[in-house]
């Protein structure tokens, strides 16, 4: 499942940078999150009994799930994607490396969470690794305002922040609970945040006069590529908590790496290597030595 969820992440981050192109942040979010969350029901609706309890829990949490929709849907979307537009790949990459760190002293002041010294361990490990590698390979935009990279800098954070919340959020009200029957009220609520702010700011008619080809990189993104990410990332979450879910995407950028090379792109440098090794060894302490979430 983690090995499944990294290198289906990875994938995630190449076609929302030529969806960004295409269209505009809010409108690739807006869309990719309606399409996922066509996925997610169609997938609720995989039995009657199922699709009873993801019902029953709309009807008894609609709070808490509208919380979990903006905080893990609605605001990590649009603000990811906004600093992929503004700033570029590299510094929200090298940003959302922290997320591993952000959710663990998250769990441990908010929500009651203790680990152990090599968990702790391989997580500051394989921040660090994260952040060399992404270092190792920086870029800016050439000719990017002050005004743009603070802009960028300020999105990113807000999505780092959101996510790492978000998933010790979720991890503590899955418990008990199929996670597969939270995702329709959770991408149901962030995707009905996403249109009603398209609809305040007049652009939400762009949904529909996109062109053939945006679209249908929406819904590849949405339904084939993050529903299965989505369902991997919150069993994860469920299974082995927030922490663990975060640190096994810290390796991500290596699976984007890897593609690029593929399709010829340069091989690692010497840092970026260095980087990867810090990085693989301290997740595999992650692994080894789990966070007692559960």
């Known amino acids: 499942m983690s090995v499944m969820f990294a290198l289906l992440l990875a994938l995630t981050w190449v076609v929302s940078d030529l969806a960004v192109r295409s269209a505009s942040p809010d409108v690739t979010a807006a869309g990719r999150s309606f ?27 609609p709070g808490t799930l509208i919380i979990s929709g903006l905080l893990g849907v609605a605001v990590y979307a649009l603000f990811s994607l906004q600093a992929i537009a503004l700033v570029g790949v590299s510094l929200p990459n090298l940003l959302l490396a922290t997320t591993p760190c952000l959710s663990m002293i998250l769990g441990m002041l908010w929500f009651g969470k203790v680990g152990s010294r090599p968990a702790y361990l391989g997580i500051a490990l394989a921040t660090a690794g994260a952040a060399l590698y ?38 503590k009200i899955s418990q008990g609970h199929d996670p597969l029957d939270l995702l329709p009220g959770i991408f149901g609520s962030g995707t009905v945040l996403l249109l009603v702010l398209l609809a305040v700011t007049g652009r939400l008619s762009e949904l ?34 927030a922490v663990y879910m975060a640190s096994v995407s810290l390796l991500v950028p290596f699976g984007v790496r890897a593609a690029e090379m ?31 979430d559960r």
């Not at 945006?214 to 993104?221: D, F, S």
């Not at 529903?227 to 082995?240: A, M, N």
């Open 35 to 61: 399409f996922s969350c066509l996925g997610l029901c169609l997938l609720a609706g995989r039995s009657p009994a199922a699709a009873r309890r993801s019902w029953a829990m709309i009807k008894s949490r």
């Open 134 to 171: 992404v270092l190792g390979s920086f870029t800016i935009k050439q000719g990017l305002a002050t005004g743009s990279l603070m802009l960028g800098v300020g999105a990113a954070l807000v999505a780092v922040v959101s996510i790492a919340v978000y998933g010790q959020h979720y991890a």
């Open 262 to 292: 593929l399709l010829g792109g340069p091989a690692p440098g010497l840092v970026e290597l260095v980087g990867m090794g810090m990085c693989v060894v301290g997740v595999y302490f992650v692994v080894r030595h789990p966070l007692r």
């Open 208 to 241: 529909w006069s996109m062109s053939a080809e945006t679209l249908a990189l929406l819904v590849i993104l949405g339904i084939v590529i993050y529903v299965p990410v989505y369902v991997l990332q919150h069993r994860l979450i469920h299974l082995r908590g």
